[in-house]
Structure formats: structure tokens, C-alpha cells
């Protein structure tokens, strides 16, 4: 079995890391006027530096920047595109006394195009700290994925003025502007992007399948108009780069949103979409078997969520590795590699987790792949 030296790596992970306490006293500061955005980042230049060197330490060669400039993984990306408009998401208690964040309307109010890069300084920034590391480490940049901005408000979330018809002009706008980000990212460096999509996995969820009924789409549908989707923004990609998916059933302070196995997705996910490679949330009984994985082409990766990053309570190697051995019944071992189901703080405010447990369960990921890959 052999070891990788391409993206997707035999150990990796998501990509947010829980923000450290002075980080957060900072972002605190700056949304009550008490510093500036520059003194922010100052801060935050300060924490990224730090969790650089600790993905380095725990043995991973994909390194991102944590997230630890952002708010929430996928609006702060999305508002910054012409034409989308992002409400605030609002955090509900349940009548059980537990946290939920209501997920934020997106609205299309425009024609979409990318009106600025995105991701650069802050890639350029995270790439020379990763390169003053030395060799065998490859930078890597998370963004949302295009199905976020249709799948919340479906067609009445996206402007009927700029939009009379969804197809083909407002796909092809929003593939348009991800290829002009994308391409903006190669020309600073970057070989490895990660879209996070929330929209693939709750479309296993029945209550999230009869919600999109309800918005007037047909959820056995979506799943391959997606795939065609996320094409045109494939055949935008820049050579030499890695594009992945992560599919995400929902992380806010370690509550999930959706369950359901991969089985009503998985063709038009694997075999359907020309993505390098895919991370699949596989940490608990609410994803199903591994059976979804037969779909799995020559020449594609999945990496493999099994370790949670919403309890502290350790797996054990043993059992990881019968899991590994159980999904390479149905897709090859070396089509396979290894994370944590999720990144440990996909909003700012954290899983309901330790920072030891954060480094332990790291390391878990990355012997459990030495020993099975070698």
C-alpha cells in the first residue's frame, strides 16, 4: 500500500481548529469597535502561526489556516460574491434546553460574479507560514460549496429579475465566479481546495428531502442537477489542483443537522461529480454503511470521517481499522484515507470539545493511517 504524496493524504482532516481564547477575546473587541480590523488581524496573523506548527507537530501534511479569520464557514465566503446577500444566522434553544443555529437565508439579489479575490491574502499568508516549515507540507484552503446558493431558499431565494431561469445563466455565473476565485488562488500557490457542502448530506435526511419538496424542488432530482453544477465549476479548476468535497450533516457546538445514509446521493456524489476526491462524515450510525461507496471510480479518493470531533471520548485504533477494512469491501484501500468526521469549530463558537482531545484524536488519525497504509 502506498503513501500519498498528492492531496488528499492518507491522514488528513476538514479544517477548522477551536479558536484560542485570545483570539476570541480579539473578535470580541473588534464587534464592539474597541480595535480595528487591522489589530484583528494582527491577532489572528498570531493564531494562525501557532495552529500551523501544531498540525505540523501532530504529523499532518495538509495545513490550513483553521478558519480562525472566520465567523461561519460558509457566510463569510458567500456574502463577499456580487450579487448574494446573507442574513445573520440565529442561534435557537430548544424546549430540551439545547443549542440549534437556524441556518441563514441567502438570498441571489443580483447578477453573481466575483468582484474581488477572496481567499488570496489570506492563502499567501497561510502558505508562508506552511513553506517556513520546510518540505512535504501542502497548504490548504476551505471555501463553501456553489449548492449554498440554491439549496436554502431554492428558487425564491435567488432574484427572478437577473434570473428568469435558473438554467443555464445562473449556474454558469456562479461557476464563473468560483473559477475566477479559484484561478485567483492558483496564481498565489495553491494546489488543494476543499468545498464544504451541507446540501449533498441532508438530502439523505428525509425531513430535509420533503423541506426541498416543500420549496417546490424534487430531492431525487437535486442530487445529479448538483453534480452538473459542481461540473461547470470543475472544468474551470486550474491545473495541478486538487478540488475535494466535504460533505457535512451539520457541527454547530457539536449538534448534527441531518442524518440518513449516503445511499439516495451516492451515484450522482461519486460517480456523477469529476472531483478529485471527497471527506464523508462516517463517525456514527446516523451515516449508514459503506455500501454508498461501490459508486466510487478509478482514480477518485474518499477520505474517510471516521473519527468524531464532537465528544472527547476517544475510538479505538482496533475498531478504526475494522471500519477501514469494512468500506475497502467496497471501494479499494488505496482509493481510501483517513479524518475526523468534521473540523472541530465550523462556526466560531466550537465543538464541545477539549484542545488535548483536539491534538489526541489528530494523532489517532494520523498512526491509524501509518499502520494501515504504511
Known amino acids: 500500500m502506498t503513501h500519498r504524496n498528492t492531496p488528499p493524504f492518507r491522514a488528513d482532516h476538514v479544517g477548522s481548529f477551536l479558536r484560542p481564547k485570545f483570539l476570541l477575546d480579539a473578535r470580541a473587541q473588534r464587534a464592539n469597535g474597541e480595535i480595528t480590523a487591522e489589530q484583528l488581524r494582527v491577532v489572528e496573523d498570531r ?52 443549542e440549534e443555529l437556524a441556518p441563514p437565508v441567502m438570498r441571489v439579489t443580483g447578477k453573481v460574479r466575483h468582484v474581488k479575490d477572496i481567499q488570496r491574502a489570506d492563502f499567501e499568508y497561510l502558505k508562508g507560514q506552511v513553506d517556513a516549515l520546510g518540505n512535504g507540507l501542502t497548504p490548504k484552503v476551505t471555501i463553501p460549496s456553489p449548492t449554498m446558493l440554491h439549496f436554502r431558499g431554492g428558487r425564491a431565494g435567488i432574484s427572478r429579475e437577473h434570473y428568469p431561469e435558473l438554467e443555464p445563466a445562473f449556474y454558469d455565473d456562479v461557476a464563473q465566479a468560483y473559477g475566477d476565485e479559484l484561478r485567483s488562488l492558483a496564481a498565489a500557490g495553491c494546489t488543494y481546495v476543499q468545498m464544504d457542502d451541507t446540501n449533498m448530506a441532508y438530502l439523505c435526511d428525509e425531513k430535509m428531502r420533503e423541506a426541498a419538496r416543500s420549496r417546490g424542488d424534487d430531492p431525487n432530482e437535486l442530487p445529479h442537477r448538483y453534480a452538473k453544477f459542481i461540473n461547470k465549476v470543475v472544468a474551470q479548476k486550474p491545473a495541478g489542483m486538487t478540488l475535494a468535497m466535504h460533505l457535512c450533516r451539520g457541527n454547530f457546538k457539536s449538534t448534527h443537522a441531518a442524518a440518513g445514509n449516503y445511499e439516495p446521493v451516492a451515484e450522482a456524489l461519486l460517480a456523477e461529480m469529476n472531483l478529485d476526491a471527497y471527506f464523508m462524515e462516517y463517525d456514527d450510525a446516523r451515516s449508514g454503511d459503506f455500501r454508498p461507496l461501490r459508486f466510487l471510480p478509478k482514480g477518485k479518493i474518499v477520505v474517510l470521517g471516521l473519527v468524531t470531533t464532537k465528544f472527547g471520548e476517544m475510538e479505538s485504533k482496533d475498531a478504526l481499522k475494522r471500519r477501514i477494512d469494512e468500506a475497502s469491501k467496497f471501494a479499494p484501500l488505496e482509493q481510501l484515507c483517513l479524518s475526523p468526521q468534521c473540523g472541530f469549530s465550523s462556526t466560531v463558537h466550537g465543538n464541545n470539545i477539549a484542545v488535548q482531545a483536539q491534538r489526541d484524536k489528530l494523532r489517532l488519525v494520523v498512526e491509524v493511517a501509518q499502520e494501515v497504509w504504511g
Not at 479569520?69 to 434546553?97: A, S
Open 47 to 98: 493564531a494562525i502561526a501557532e495552529i500551523v506548527k501544531f498540525q505540523r507537530d501532530v504529523g499532518l501534511q495538509s495545513i490550513t489556516d483553521g478558519e480562525f479569520r472566520r465567523t461561519y464557514f460558509h457566510i463569510d465566503f458567500l456574502e463577499q460574491l456580487g450579487g448574494v446577500k446573507t442574513d445573520i444566522p440565529v442561534t435557537v434553544v430548544k424546549p430540551d434546553g439545547t
